[in-house]
């Protein structure tokens, strides 16, 4: 089954994207292999993530039956995604209605223009967000804080994260990769308070220094998990209230969501938060599900005066485009596929050097960034399908690395690669060179393992050689049915 | 802005490619089981049919309440069963007093004045007279020890209370105070999620508050070595008493 696609790289490259040559993957092979050697590091990302399982398998034995729960949250999520040209304008007017005003963006640096004229025609001083993964693909903390204002992250990882200079670590935990004798010596530099080892004093200490940030940041921004055509709300996900917040003590509350975030009915909201949550921390619900309905009505007591929400592209088209791997716009980005990823516990989540880490963002990286760049990230796979399993609207990740792979050997083949397939054809296809190919191979792989040639020199660097068995398979395979 | 011709081009750029791209069509997902034959709006398998797999939310009121109590105290809060508004005044009484409590706020609604005729603390009233958008009106919210609600419904499910931006004291009083205490009636519970949005939505037909939100437990964070932290931007206790 092929479905046509637009080809990879036939937009123009996005200014936003970074590197170009490979540098992509050079990065990404130089980080890896600093990750992976980092023991100490890898064992604290493994024992985070151990909690992690334990509590979503409690929880998914709370449904009644959670096979059949995925099937209704993937269903409810394909609707929307494949009736997006009617869900949309539909979102758009009754939005609108509800006295929102909508921003299209076609790119990042679209998105970037729209939000800085509306915190500038909001006469802002201070910006309060809470968090948002739209806002990082758009790289727009840096664009504020180029124009003067002063921003803060609300949400606790994205804060620490904020301070230590650093993009999120995992889309959902941010700063899972930070201990806490680090958080609490970042904290005592730019707060500075008393050094802790205590999560709780910790989570205070921010606590505190933001409170006052809420009343008086003139604007807040979030993101919105679901944004809802039937009634024109937007659906927010939280656990700290730091979203509740920031929509709803400044004076303007700007949301910014991909256009992909579109569902169809209020109603899909009672499977597809639970599902959520379920797969994004194993909790029944999150702390604070909020439906956003426009700015203060008559009658309320507080809340915006004005509500803005950018709908954002930024080639979020070009993988529509693409009916095989389209369902990759399903993605409600609860991160259970980092979760259970063996290579994002291995390699970490900076080494990817994506906005949407681990196997989901190898899937859709290549779409929005460009495959010619970005094709490495499918090889960042060992194809065990975890990502497929745990995912709650049932993406086929790691069916879509496959096809990424197969798409990039189409577009740009690999000259090396593609001689040695060659090569191995015809051998394959001769019974006596096959064998004669065997038995030159067992007799040189002590040989080779000693001398390290430079084919073979990478692939020894991190992994043992076995030894050769003294017969080939097939004279094996002859005896025991002679025998 | 939206009228302004570099965003009318960008939407009518951003539909026209989606519409391009839909043109061919995707197959459906891999599904465990048969999707049910389609039955009104486009979803191919209602979002009602998904009732009989999520968590049970109890057939009977006796085992929404069952459900509901044990889903709060999963997620720690605190729940109080009461007979009638005379002991939930009591109760807020003599928690107000054991706490210290200086200044509660709380909006107007039939459950949450009665509790507050003897309270022993100042009051704090967000409704209506309160300077809305001033820094004043956020700091006084801010001062309080407390916020008193009521609530749209409480949800067994999920062990969620239901509040709106309408009758529940708008935006800031059920998440600024660092504890939000919630008045509710045992016949405010329902099953699902997709009750409660049921319910509002008839309530509220034709103007859906500005805010809807479910407040499943107290505010919490794991963001430090994914250890469990209460109060991390909310209220650190959320405390719910059930009359009747």
Same mark, same amino acid.
Do not use: D, Q, S
């Given at each position: 089954m092929i479905a046509p696609h637009s080809s990879p790289g036939s937009h123009p490259a996005p200014a936003d994207d970074d590197g170009g040559h490979g540098v992509a993957k050079r990065r990404f092979l130089r980080d890896a292999a600093v990750s992976a050697g980092d023991e100490p590091r890898r064992g604290f990302i493994r024992r985070a &993530?151990?909690?992690?399982?334990r509590t979503r398998d409690a929880q998914q034995a709370r449904f009644r039956d959670y096979e059949q729960a995925r099937d209704a949250a993937s269903l409810a999520k394909w609707t929307a995604v494949n009736h997006l040209d009617e869900l949309l304008p539909r979102f758009e007017a009754a939005f609108t209605a509800n006295g929102g005003v909508v921003h299209w963006a076609r790119d990042a640096a679209e998105a970037r223009r729209i939000v800085l004229d509306l915190v500038h025609a909001a006469g802002a001083k201070a910006v309060i967000k809470s968090k948002c993964m739209t806002s990082e693909e758009i790289h727009l903390n840096a664009a504020l804080e180029a124009e003067g204002y002063a921003v803060v992250e609300s949400d606790l990882g994205e804060f620490i994260q904020q301070l230590r200079g650093e993009p999120p670590y995992h889309f959902v935990f941010p700063c899972m990769h930070v201990r806490r004798d680090e958080i609490s010596a970042l904290f005592s530099e730019h707060l500075g308070s008393q050094p802790t080892s205590d999560p709780e004093q910790l989570t205070m200490i921010a606590r505190r220094h933001m409170r006052r940030l809420y009343v008086e940041a003139d604007v807040g921004i979030t993101g919105a998990n679901f944004l809802v055509a039937e009634t024109g709300q937007i659906s927010i996900t939280e656990n700290e209230g730091n979203a509740r917040l920031t929509a709803g003590l400044p004076r303007v509350h700007i949301a910014i969501a991909g256009i992909e975030k579109v569902i169809e009915r209020v109603d899909d909201l009672a499977v597809l938060l639970p599902m959520l949550a379920t797969a994004g921390t194993g909790q029944p619900?999150?702390?604070?599900?909020? &439906?956003? +309905?426009?700015?203060r009505r008559a009658g309320e007591c507080d809340g915006p005066e004005e509500m803005h929400l950018v709908l954002l592209d930024n080639r979020r088209t070009t993988l529509l485009a693409d009916a095989e791997q389209r369902d990759a716009l399903h993605c409600i980005r609860c991160g259970a596929c980092l979760n259970v990823c063996p290579i994002f516990k291995n390699v970490g989540g900076f080494t990817y050097g994506t906005t949407y880490q681990g196997p989901i963002g190898s899937v859709i990286t290549p779409h929005l960034r460009g495959l010619a760049e970005w094709n490495h990230l499918s090889g960042a796979s060992s194809l065990c399908g975890a990502c497929s399993a745990a995912c709650p609207v049932r993406i086929d990740i790691h069916h879509h690395l496959l096809h990424n792979r197969r798409n990039a050997a189409r577009t740009a083949p690999d000259r090396r690669e593609r001689f040695g397939h060659r090569v !191995?054809? !015809?051998? +394959? +296809?001769?019974?006596? &060179? !096959? +064998? &004669?190919?065997?038995?030159?191979?067992?007799l040189t792989l002590p040989l080779a393992k000693r001398l390290r040639p430079p084919l073979l020199r990478e692939w020894l660097s991190s992994r043992d050689l076995p030894p050769a068995p003294r017969r080939s398979f097939r004279s094996q395979w002859r005896a025991r049915r002679g025998a | 802005m939206s009228d302004s011709d570099p965003q009318r081009s960008a939407r009518d750029t951003i539909l026209a490619r989606v519409r391009e791209a839909l043109a061919v069509p995707a197959p459906l997902p891999h599904l465990a089981h048969a999707p049910a034959p389609p039955a009104g709006g486009l979803a191919i398998l209602p979002a009602e049919a998904a009732r009989p797999w999520l968590p049970d939310g109890g057939d009977t009121p006796e085992e929404r309440m069952r459900i509901l109590v044990d889903n709060l105290g999963k997620l720690r809060a605190v729940v109080h069963r009461v007979p009638d508004l005379t002991a939930a005044a009591e109760l807020v009484f003599a928690v107000a007093r054991q706490r210290d409590w200086k200044r509660v706020a709380y909006h107007d609604h039939p459950l949450v004045v009665p509790l507050l005729a003897g309270v022993p603390c100042a009051t704090h009233g967000v409704d209506g007279a309160a300077a809305h958008g001033a820094a004043a009106a956020k700091d006084a919210l801010e001062a309080c020890d407390a916020g008193i609600s009521a609530c749209e419904a409480l949800v067994s499910q999920t062990g969620s209370i239901l509040v709106s931006s309408a009758t529940c004291g708008g935006r800031g009083l059920s998440v600024v105070p660092h504890v939000h205490l919630v008045i509710a009636t045992a016949d405010q519970i329902v099953a699902t999620l997709a009750d409660a949005l049921a319910l509002v939505r008839r309530r509220h037909a034709g103007a859906l508050p500005s805010m809807l939100s479910f407040i499943t437990g107290p505010s919490r964070t794991g963001d430090i070595e994914r250890i469990l932290v209460l109060g991390a931007h909310g209220p650190r206790e959320l405390v719910v008493v059930i009359v009747g």
């Open positions: &993530l151990a909690g992690y399982e619900l999150t702390c604070y599900n909020t &439906l956003y +309905a426009g700015p !191995f054809a !015809f051998v +394959a +296809a001769r019974p006596w &060179l !096959f +064998a &004669l190919a065997g038995r030159l191979g067992r | -």
